[in-house]
């Protein structure tokens, strides 16, 4: 199984709703990623897990939480968004003790999200 | 400041056809760069690595190469098809306590019949 598989594909919520995003890897991997992505950008960095510990937190704001409650799920949970908030959520994962030359992330396919 | 740039920022081209799709960074310290597809969509997919001390890889149709010492890489399409069509994005890794990826803007080929 070399996949990292999002869920759900699409996602509509409104500004008062709380969903959560899903995100899972069987590789072995210990270190996961959230990425949010807008039309025509690069994706940008929210969140690093390393070890199910969270180790990177790029500022984003307390709306967005993540955890990570074993070593093969991401959850990105979701709670009064804006609707500038709307973008395409990529999650990602990389290989334990890899090294420096080997770190390649695997990315999933994607939550396409809509705030209301 | 870390930056990646990427040039152009989009293509078109006919099938067939190669192309070179250039990166410029002003990262330090670099530990590696990395070349993703990503389609319309889609979450990017690898295509290459490169440390410091390789200066090119390929991957079939794909070949990407790397100066270190100006801070720029190209990648190469060789023989272009219509399933190329994508965005193409230059990864830089820094290590500075953690890792940090400074990805790029980017470039978007078309490939045409």
């Known amino acids: 199984d070399t996949e990292v598989t999002q869920t759900p594909k699409h996602l509509v919520m409104g500004m008062t709703n709380k969903k959560s995003l899903k995100c899972e890897q069987h590789m072995g991997h210990r270190a996961m990623y959230w990425y949010k992505q807008k039309a025509k950008k690069p994706p940008e960095l929210m969140f690093v897990y390393s070890y199910e510990k969270l180790s990177i937190n790029e500022s984003v704001p307390s709306r967005f939480s993540p955890e990570c409650p074993n070593s093969s799920l991401l959850n990105l949970h979701l709670h009064a968004l804006q609707p500038e908030d709307s973008a395409l959520y990529l999650c990602?994962?990389?290989?334990?003790?890899?090294?420096?030359?080997?770190?390649?992330?695997?990315f999933g396919a994607g939550t396409r999200l809509s705030v209301l | 400041k870390n930056q990646v740039e990427q040039s152009p920022q989009s293509l078109i081209i006919l099938e067939g056809k190669n192309c070179t799709l250039q990166?410029?960074?002003?990262?330090?310290?670099?530990?590696?760069l990395r070349w993703y597809k990503q389609d319309t969509g889609r979450g990017p997919v690898s295509l290459t690595i490169?440390?410091?001390?390789?200066n090119t890889k390929s991957n079939g149709r794909y070949t990407a190469t790397l100066d270190a010492d100006t801070k720029q890489s190209s990648l190469h399409i060789t023989a272009s098809q219509l399933s190329d069509s994508a965005s193409y994005i230059c990864v830089v890794s820094v290590i500075s306590g953690t890792y940090k990826y400074i990805f790029g803007t980017g470039t978007r080929l078309k490939v045409l019949a």
């Open positions: 990166c410029n960074y002003t990262v330090s310290p670099f530990s590696n």
């Open positions: 990602a994962s990389s290989p334990p003790g890899a090294g420096v030359a080997k770190n390649i992330q695997y």
């Open positions: 490169m440390t410091f001390s390789e």
